[in-house]
């Protein structure tokens, strides 16, 4: 019993010695192997490697992708006309030599964006105090960007190589600082209103002119229409008056009837009228009869 415990404590032992001895390398990632604090070599390629057990040796990874750094402070800087200005950037970059990054910049990759971080900052003060703000925001840009990339590679790639490679830099936004944006605001907010003032008192003149015209249109076209009518009804009346003529004309007596009705029309036009009138007068003649001598009491 106390062999089969021994052998099972010997097993344990020895896989927890081989797995302190055996190490993965992922394809994404360096693999640097220290022996007392001193780099021994440095794996670029994927797979299972062998290393001594702690603490004789030790091993440690480092990212190989494209790693992507952004500005992380909002501090302005000046322009070449004294124009304080707040910019956003990025940049892309990778670790190239691990051992060189190791040993000038850091253990990790925070290190060197910390360390790359303040060089891209300096070099993009040193350049835009040496443009203007129609600089920044024209295609002249891009020259911007390509003299800040020169300038930090020229850094990292000087007496004291740091490892890397800067791939690209790019700036995501150039404003003007709070104080100076709400002033640009302010007065953009006043150019809009004078032209939204301007804009609606040439709107109301013309709608003033609009409307006269319209009532100028108005009222002609109804004197035209009443001109008109007044000619249609002239010529109707006209007509009417021949025809009354030409009728009244053949027969005397009824036309002196026809006038006698319509006065009676004229005047018994409502139930409420009153009159008091001489029944013997000529204006009941035709509603005595046929005989216009006869007496009114018949």
Request: charged share 30%.
């Amino acid at each position: 019993m106390n062999r089969i415990g021994f052998i099972a404590s010997s097993l344990l032992v020895l896989l927890a010695l081989a797995s302190s001895m055996l190490f993965v390398v992922d394809q994404r990632q360096y693999g640097v192997v220290y022996a007392l604090g001193q780099i021994k070599k440095v794996i670029t390629e994927p797979g299972l490697n062998f290393k001594l057990p702690p603490p004789f040796q030790n091993v440690r990874y480092l990212d190989k992708r494209l790693l992507t750094l952004e500005s992380s402070d909002s501090e302005p800087m000046l322009t070449a006309e004294k124009q304080r200005v707040v910019i956003d950037w990025y940049i892309r970059w990778r670790v190239t030599d691990p051992s060189e990054y190791i040993r000038n910049v850091g253990l990790d990759e925070s290190a060197g964006a910390n360390q790359l971080n303040r060089v891209v900052r300096n070099a993009f003060q040193e350049e835009i105090n040496r443009r203007t703000v129609r600089d920044l925001l024209s295609t002249r840009r891009e020259e911007l960007m390509a003299d800040v990339k020169r300038e930090v590679l020229e850094v990292v790639r000087g007496g004291r190589p740091w490892g890397i490679d800067v791939v690209d830099v790019r700036i995501t936004r150039v404003d003007y600082v709070e104080s100076i944006t709400e002033s640009v605001y302010r007065r953009m907010e006043a150019e809009r209103k004078r032209v939204a003032n301007e804009l609606r008192s040439t709107g109301a003149a013309e709608g003033e002119k609009i409307r006269a015209e319209a009532d100028r249109q108005r009222e002609v076209t109804i004197a035209n229409a009443y001109r008109d009518a007044q000619k249609a009804k002239g010529e109707g009346d006209a007509q009417a008056a021949a025809l009354y003529s030409e009728a009244f004309g053949r027969d005397p007596q009824f036309a002196q009837f026809y006038r006698s009705l319509e006065a009676y029309r004229a005047s018994f036009n409502k139930k409420s009228d009153v009159m008091v009138v001489d029944p013997s007068s000529d204006f009941f003649r035709a509603m005595r009869g046929a005989n216009p001598a006869a007496p009114a009491g018949r």
